[in-house]
Nanobody
Framework: QVRLVESGGGSVQAGGSLTLSCTAT???????????MGWYRQAPGKERELVAV???????NYTDAVKGRFTISRDNARKRVYLQMDSLKQDDTAVYYC?????????WGQGTQVTVSS
């Protein structure tokens, strides 16, 4: 069973940057490498939303709210997915999770909290 471990969150002021990391532990290359991965976030009182996607061919896509500010990348050798977040806004405050795209998802990790203050 793949286990996802997110890290890198923290508290920053608006306009600041953070880099999130997600490691797919207990996975093997034949499972992780061909899998399209995504970063999701869940703000207080809101549903979880998908914000960034990266395919096995390294194609990326972003929700409009983060386009031009966030960059998703992956390192298949380390079974990791990253989310570089720049020009952070208070609306980016949320718990961030990674998971594969498609059903069924892998077990959700604990997420990493990002808090952006004015």
């Amino acid at each position: 069973q793949v286990r996802l471990v997110e890290s890198g969150g923290g508290s920053v002021q608006a306009g600041g940057s953070l880099t999130l990391s997600c490691t797919a532990t207990r996975s093997i290359s034949s499972t992780f490498n061909p899998t399209t991965m995504g970063w999701y976030r869940q703000a207080p009182g809101k549903e979880r939303e998908l914000v960034a996607v990266i395919t096995n061919n390294f194609r990326t896509n972003y929700t409009d709210a983060v386009k031009g500010r966030f960059t998703i990348s992956r390192d298949n050798a380390r079974k990791r997915v990253y989310l570089q977040m720049d020009s952070l806004k208070q609306d980016d405050t949320a718990v961030y999770y990674c998971n594969k795209i498609g059903r069924p998802p892998w077990s959700w990790g604990q997420g990493t909290q990002v808090t952006v203050s004015s």
